[in-house]
């Protein structure tokens, strides 16, 4: 870095503006290779830009390769094209932007290359790149220095890159079929829609607590009441709660909320759209994800939460004994004392069945009290209508019959409070409120777009998908 400031320091004096506010490229590297046969045909003088990655100097000439965003090129400067200003090239270093202008040609081995008539320097770097421009492999440090990541290894990009097509696709899709994205707010005096602990902030304008929000729900569902019928949300959620491979405290959801449909509706539409997204993806419909082929061929399979999970215990978990069932949650390693009965199946049911659905599968019809927004199943009175989606054991999507009846929204509610249960802490008398003027029959989704991402991309971890995942504070 030392040298580096020295070379500043005599660009200064040669009057060399060392970060110049614009240059006027014409074409991208991709576009020269493309485009070749014409420009050297033309012998038209061509003006592109790039990173320095490595630089050979061959005493009157110097090679060089650069990398724009989707490409890399080859540029070739001689002495006796840039006279005086050849000594310049001795102020570059790997890392720095530089600015060309020349005409196209190929080389000897059949490398298109641009013959350079001037040069700028655009950037000057003055921390080195990772030795090699691919030497970046420690994975924590990858995570802490993404942009380093980005640069040392190209794949890296197209992983965002591709994450990116897919929030585009699926945002058409939803598009397509009449659903309008909406606005929600992050900052709430009072969260719901999940079970999280949240973040808690203060807006001193209104004098009162706040919360980031754990969920949309609440808010997409008002407007359902108030006249719209296909709603969606692209959204920013967070949760104050662990990190590990499945799990980030910040995280991108979709929710979507449907009138006039009900779970079943949804379950076919959520099918539709993860076909579509392979498909766009020019992928078959059977992927790879952690070593394991994923078959995506419609229909999914749908698997009953409750008669499942009694069918490996052995008795019925929703009419069981707590100490019998305080008792299983031990033997798989699971502490009962802190937890509700219903949280306790829900453990229970991930320690045993989850962990082992690699194929995509609709778990349905769950235990009602472990679901206070959705509608009470039509033929057992202690399910609801929901079905959550399973892939390589990781839950993808959440949906239910939303539950539109307001006296029983707010039985559901109090009985979580008596219960102390997390997720709800304080009765929101504004969405009851809401409800009372009247919510249709609503179809409503929830889908993680980081671990979807991760099943779709075959990434082992949610910190590979998400450009700057939470880490613990770097100790200096």
Known sequence: MEERLKKMDSLTKLEINPYPYRFDRTHTFKEIKDNFDILSRDETEAMCCGRILTVRGHGKTI???????????????RQDQLGTRFTQLELLDIGDFLGVKGKVFRTKTGEI????????????????????????????????RRYLDLLANP????????????????????????????????????????????????????????????????????????????????????????????????????????????????????????????????????????DKKIDFKRPF??????????????????DVDGKVLDKTCREY?????????????????????????????FVIDHPKIISP????????????????????GMEIANAFSELNDPVEQRQRFEEQLRLKAEGIKELDEDFIEAIEHGMPPTGGLGIGIDRLCMVLLNQPSIRDVILFPQLRKEKH
């Open 63 to 77: 090679f060089i390769t650069m990398a724009d965003e989707n490409d890399r090129l080859q540029i070739y400067l």
């Open 301 to 318: 399979v749908r698997l009953k939460y409750v008669d499942t999970l009694n069918a490996m215990l052995g008795y019925d978990v929703l």
């Open 333 to 361: 390693r699971i502490d009962p004392e802190p937890l509700s009965h219903g949280t306790k199946i829900d453990k229970l049911f991930g320690a045993i069945v989850q962990k082992d659905l690699t194929e995509p599968t």
């Open 113 to 144: 290359t641009v013959i350079v008539s001037d040069f700028v320097l655009l950037s000057k770097s003055l921390r080195p790149l990772p030795e090699k421009f691919h030497g970046l492999t420690d994975i924590e440090l990858r995570y802490r």
């Open 373 to 392: 927004l959705a509608k009470v199943h039509r033929n057992d009175p202690r399910l609801v209508e929901r079905f959550e989606l399973m892939i390589f």
């Open 155 to 290: 794949q890296i990009r197209d992983i965002f890159k591709q994450r990116a097509r897919l929030l585009t696709l699926i945002r058409r899709f939803f598009d397509d079929r009449g659903f309008i994205e909406m606005e929600t707010p992050v900052l709430q005096p009072i969260y719901g829609g999940g079970e999280a602990n949240p973040f808690k902030t203060y807006y001193n304008a209104l004098d009162q607590e706040m919360y980031l929000r754990i969920a949309d729900e609440l808010y997409l569902k008002r407007l359902i009441v108030g006249g719209f019928e296909k709603v969606y949300e692209v959204c920013r959620d967070f949760r104050n709660e662990g990190i590990d491979r499945y799990h980030n405290p910040e995280f991108t959801m979709i929710e979507v909320y449907q009138a006039y449909t009900d779970y079943f509706g949804i379950m076919d539409m959520v099918e539709l759209l993860i076909e579509h997204l392979i498909e766009s993806m020019e992928e078959t419909k059977v992927l790879q994800f952690d």
